[in-house]
């Protein structure tokens, strides 16, 4: 399904003219009342975080639109 949701806003970006997804965002999350937490595809498993957020680049870059992985470093 992450591929299928990430293919699907990457040809929407490619259609519209657009090189570069800014997304999407892999940061782990580890405070329940965290403020942007919904913004994150990768919850509070790292490996569920690994798995989807493969298939969410894969599925936007076989678009030929490259995907820029948001907050992985500087928010953990």
């Known amino acids: 399904?992450?591929?299928?949701?990430?293919a699907a806003v990457g040809?929407?970006?490619y259609n519209k003219g657009c090189q570069v997804a800014l997304g999407p965002g892999?940061?782990?999350n580890r405070l329940e009342q965290g403020g942007r937490?919904?913004?994150?595809?990768?919850?509070?498993?790292?490996?569920?975080?690994?798995?989807?957020g493969y298939h969410?680049?894969?599925?936007?870059?076989?678009?030929n639109?490259?995907?820029?992985?948001?907050h992985f470093v500087a928010n953990n």
């Open 1 to 6: 399904m992450a591929y299928k949701w990430a």
């Open 11 to 13: 040809e929407e970006f």
């Open 26 to 28: 892999l940061n782990v």
């Open 37 to 52: 937490n919904w913004e994150y595809i990768s919850g509070e498993d790292p490996f569920l975080g690994y798995v989807m």
């Open 56 to 63: 969410a680049v894969t599925g936007m870059q076989d678009q």
């Open 65 to 70: 639109v490259m995907a820029n992985v948001k």
